[in-house]
């Protein structure tokens, strides 16, 4: 009698075993990106972009592309999203419940380098892919965490491009201001900034930060005035960007070029601005109007994946249902999206560790540009562009292989602004 | 030729520090004004509003809405902004803050932080949450040592004028006798045959019109990052103000954010001074630290009778 229950319970510990074996190992009916957004809050424009970029790219591999190829098999691409109200403390509770109630396969990050980072720790405990398309900051790529990749890319470069332009049409500018944000991300653009323009041979005449949250920065600005720079580099976020041109104009800080990181680029930022805003440069990760495309991509020797430039805007606007320009927010956010599936296809798996591993081999050309990993998952393969407001368009002035149109060098003053003049190209 | 340029280096720095004082007492009008309404409702109904910010906040979107849509003048705006608040002060006050006015303090915390965020979530839900700004451009003065635009005079004068009106109102009107005689003590206004009931609802609703129109008068001074959470950060200094004039005097209180604009612009330049220091991290911990050591000294506030 014992013998026969001993030999039951064997039994179904073998089969219920085999079940979950057999369960673990089979291929899984889809693919399922998970993602704390940023869809209210501070960050909330950048996180309807992203949202708006990687539904896009979602309905194209589905749509166009057939599916993700796994084990011979094509399978759906699924987007599962809450609302983390740009605050850490939801970022971290959210990737929580995605990776173990609703069980994505990878999680994308936030937007900022500082949501990022704080997500990080909870995606490696849960040995999980973190794809980061919203974080700059270079030093969330010296903490030695394994699961985190990157497809924005770091802020120390963001801007080099402005200082080369600069360089490049006004050998007699010499002396720059820097004034950045006090976060992560704004101070490794600061740092990258204030390292290649010693390079170039500008001098650094003034380097400050000024606190998140700011409401005044009249006292930053007016000592900034004094110091009485040729050209200003500055920014963080968006608020403080549309802060820092608002009252540059009320100080009458007159320059010949001014770049705002984060904030320059988006529509809503000439919106609040109007004609204040004409001239002002912003480093863009994408702008509608690159050139990149299949042919390109075969000149180059990369692969090319993904939707082109146009079918991209189409998709995007689709997803959103509105008549909205995607902006660079929404273009890495996509671009993250067939980085992945590309990674999956050519690990011919779903599991985070051989995907990871896949990821750090992966070089492809998409709508987005180029796209490469070092070692520690830091971008290394893409470019930036400089966009300009000029007339109320954003105009790509620099790189001059990707310009579509000249830059307007030097900036009618504030006060020609307020009269009505515009940004006109030189 | 080192003398000289010692020389230079102190005179531009003495600039600055006039340049930034003199901005930073424009400011500290508007800051003043934007605390008065808090003040106020502490002083008659010992309610701490914590959802301050939130009124300041709807009296910004109150002016985008007026100047964008409709084309109205931010200085127009002020006593629409003023009216609206004062219909929504009724409102509150009769459907939530009357049934709390002998509720435990948490009780009455509670319900103003609750009042905030059901606020900025309606303002959410109408206009989004994106940061939003607009460009109204009336010229400037240029005093030489600073550049102030016509909107940030407009902003102090326009707070200057309501904190007399103010004033004239509690001393020589028989409202405001009578909101005066409760804030004294209101079993005593009440045998006088003061309405009490009516008073702390006058004083409520007058307290959050004052803070939406302050709501328009700091727009006016920054036109920009106009979102549903702006409060926050105006919740936080507010309480700074309140706390350095005396936190039952709406003019202590104004007074409080003339000298909080004082600290807070005139330090940036001494701060700037040391070597390796971020002053703009230093002057809000001043501020903090001026806070501490007014509360540990004179709780009631520099600037209340007390």
């Not at chain 1, 892919?129 to 394994?146: P, S, T, V």
Request: aromatic share 12%; net charge positive; with cysteine.
């Amino acid at each position: 009698m014992k013998r026969n229950y001993f030999k039951t319970v064997i039994i179904f510990i073998a089969i219920v075993g085999l079940f979950i074996s057999a369960h673990a190992l089979a291929a899984p009916k889809k693919l399922v990106i998970g993602h704390p957004a940023c869809l209210s809050g501070k960050y909330a424009k950048a996180g309807e972009q992203a949202m708006g970029g990687i539904k896009a790219c979602t309905d194209w591999v589905n749509t166009v592309y057939g599916g993700v190829l796994l084990g011979g098999k094509r399978i759906p691409l699924e987007y599962k999203y809450y609302d983390c109200e740009s605050k850490k403390e939801a970022v971290t509770s959210l990737i929580g419940r995605l990776v173990t109630v609703n069980k994505v396969n990878v999680i994308f990050s936030p937007y900022s380098s500082g949501l990022t980072l704080r997500g990080a720790p909870v995606t490696e405990s849960h040995q999980m892919l973190y794809m980061d398309h919203g974080g700059a900051n270079n030093k969330i790529f010296q903490q030695g965490f394994r699961y985190i990749v990157q497809t924005i890319g770091p802020g120390s470069s963001y801007h080099e491009g402005t200082l080369d332009m600069i360089h490049h049409i006004d050998p007699k500018a010499k002396k720059v201001a820097l004034a950045y944000e006090d976060s992560e991300f704004a101070k490794s653009v600061m740092h990258g900034a204030e390292k290649h323009a010693k390079e170039l041979g500008f001098n650094v005449v003034f380097a400050r930060t000024y606190p998140k949250g700011v409401t005044d920065l009249t006292p930053l600005l007016s000592a900034l005035k004094a110091s009485n720079p040729d050209f200003i580099l500055g920014g963080g976020h968006f608020e403080d960007g549309q802060l820092f041109n608002r009252q540059m104009a009320d100080l009458d800080i007159d320059t010949n070029a001014l770049s705002l990181i984060a904030a320059a680029t988006l529509p809503a930022f000439y919106k609040a601005l109007t004609s204040m805003a004409e001239g002002v440069m912003g480093p863009s990760h994408w702008e509608y109007g690159v050139k990149y495309s299949a042919q390109g991509a075969q000149k180059v020797g990369l692969p090319w994946i993904g939707p082109s430039q146009d079918e991209f805007v189409a998709l995007f606007k689709k997803a959103l249902g509105k008549e909205m320009i995607p902006d660079y927010h929404a273009a890495e956010a996509g671009a993250q999206v067939l980085a992945y599936v590309l990674a999956v296809e050519k690990a011919n798996s779903f599991n985070s560790d051989k995907v990871r591993a896949a990821l750090g081999d992966l070089t492809f050309m998409s709508f987005y540009g180029g796209w490469d990993v070092d070692e520690t998952g830091l971008q290394v393969g893409h470019s930036m562009v400089n966009v300009q407001w000029q007339m109320g368009k954003r105009v790509i002035v620099w790189p001059e292989e990707a310009q579509t149109g000249d830059p307007c060098y030097p900036l009618p003053t504030f006060a020609e602004k307020a009269k009505g003049k515009v940004a006109v190209p030189r | 030729m080192p003398n000289k340029c010692i020389n230079e280096d102190f005179r531009m720095v003495l600039e600055q520090l006039a340049g930034n004082l003199i901005q930073g007492l424009v400011l500290g009008a508007v800051y003043g004004m934007a605390t008065m309404g808090l003040s106020l409702i502490f002083g008659v109904l010992k309610v701490v509003n914590v959802g301050h910010g939130a009124f300041i906040m709807v009296g910004a979107f109150i002016t985008l809405w007026l100047f964008n849509a409709l084309g109205i003048n931010p200085i127009l705006a002020i006593p629409v902004a003023f009216v609206i608040g004062m219909g929504l002060g009724f409102i509150f006050y009769y459907t939530t803050m009357q049934r709390l006015i002998k509720a435990p303090e948490l009780a009455t915390l509670l319900a103003t932080f609750s009042i905030g965020i059901l606020l900025e979530e309606f303002i959410k839900l109408i206009f989004g949450s994106e940061f939003r700004g607009y460009n109204w451009v009336v010229g400037k003065i240029d005093i030489g040592i600073t550049v102030f635009p016509m909107t940030k005079l407009y902003a102090c004068i326009g707070s200057a004028l309501i904190a007399a009106l103010l004033y004239m109102w509690f001393n020589k009107t028989r409202a405001g006798s009578a909101v005066r005689s409760v804030v004294e003590d209101s079993e005593g206004a009440r045998v006088c045959g003061v309405n009490v009931g009516g008073a702390y609802a006058l004083s409520f609703s007058l307290g959050i019109g004052l803070t939406v129109a302050s709501g328009v008068l700091l727009t006016m001074f920054i036109p920009v990052g106009i979102n549903p959470y702006m409060g926050g950060g105006y919740t936080l200094k507010a309480f700074v103000i309140a706390v350095l004039g005396g936190l039952s005097s709406p003019y202590g209180a104004f007074f409080g954010g003339l000298v909080f604009g004082l600290i807070e612009n005139g330090s940036y330049t001494i701060f700037a001074l040391l070597p390796g220091v971020e002053p703009f991290a230093l002057t809000r911990f001043l501020s903090f630290v001026i806070l501490l050591v007014i509360l540990l000294i004179k709780p009631t506030g520099i600037l209340s009778r007390k």
